[in-house]
C-alpha cells in the first residue's frame, strides 16, 4: 500500500509541475524523424535535442508547413538560404519541393545551424536569432551591443525575442523530460 501511496504522490507532483511550470502539453506528443535528428546533429557536431526544439516550434514536426514569408519544411527554410546551402552541400538538381522531404531538410538546416554555431561562436541565443531573424541583421545588432547574446531580452525584434525564448524553453524541457526518461531507466548521465 505504502509503494502505491508513494507512486500516487510522485505522479500527483509530475503532474502538477507539467502544468506549474507551462509545459506546453503538445511537446508529449512523439517526436518524428528522430533517426534523422540524431544523424545529422551528429554530423554537424550539434545537441539533438536542440535541433529538435528547433523543429517544434518552427513547424511542430509538419514536414509540408510553409510560413507567411515563404520558408518551406521542418526546419523552415527559406528557398534562397535552402538553394545556397544545397550548393555547397552538393545537391544536384535541388528543387524547392525537396524541402518537403525530410532528411534534405533536416540536412540543410542542421548544416546551416552549424554555420551559425561557428559564426556566432557557439552562442544558442545568436545562433537562433540568426536563425530566425537573418545573419547580417544579428551580426548588426551584436556589433550595437556586444551583450545582447547574453539574454535575449535585448533583441531588437519582439517576433525574434519570442523565437528564441520559445525554443530555449522547448529545449529546456526536452532535456529535462530526457534527463527524467534515462533516471527511469537506470541510466547515469
Known amino acids: 500500500m505504502k509503494k502505491f501511496v508513494l507512486i500516487f504522490v510522485v505522479f500527483l507532483a509530475f503532474l502538477f509541475s507539467l502544468f506549474y511550470f507551462e509545459l506546453p502539453l503538445n511537446l508529449l506528443r512523439p517526436v518524428f524523424h528522430s533517426d534523422i535528428i ?7 557536431d550539434l545537441d539533438p535535442l536542440f ?27 527559406l528557398p534562397s538560404t535552402a538553394r545556397e ?7 544536384r538538381n535541388f528543387k524547392i519541393a525537396d524541402l518537403e522531404d525530410p532528411k534534405i531538410n533536416i540536412h540543410l538546416g542542421t548544416y546551416y545551424l552549424s554555420k551559425l554555431k561557428k559564426e556566432f561562436n557557439g552562442n544558442e541565443t545568436l545562433v537562433l536569432a540568426a536563425y530566425n531573424a537573418g545573419k547580417n ?13 547574453l539574454e ?26 530526457h534527463v527524467l526518461i534515462d533516471r527511469l531507466r537506470g541510466k547515469k548521465q
Open 38 to 44: 540524431d544523424q545529422y546533429a551528429k554530423q554537424y
Open 51 to 77: 535541433v529538435t526544439a528547433l523543429i517544434k516550434v518552427e513547424s511542430n514536426f509538419i514536414r509540408r508547413a510553409r510560413s507567411d514569408r515563404g520558408a518551406v519544411g521542418l526546419m523552415q527554410l
Open 85 to 91: 546551402l544545397a550548393d555547397e552541400l552538393g545537391y
Open 137 to 149: 541583421k544579428v551580426q548588426l545588432w551584436y556589433r550595437q551591443d556586444p551583450l545582447m547574446g
Open 152 to 177: 535575449g531580452g535585448d533583441i531588437p525584434y519582439l517576433e525574434t525575442r519570442n523565437y528564441v525564448k520559445e525554443v530555449m524553453r522547448t529545449y529546456q524541457w526536452l532535456s529535462r523530460a
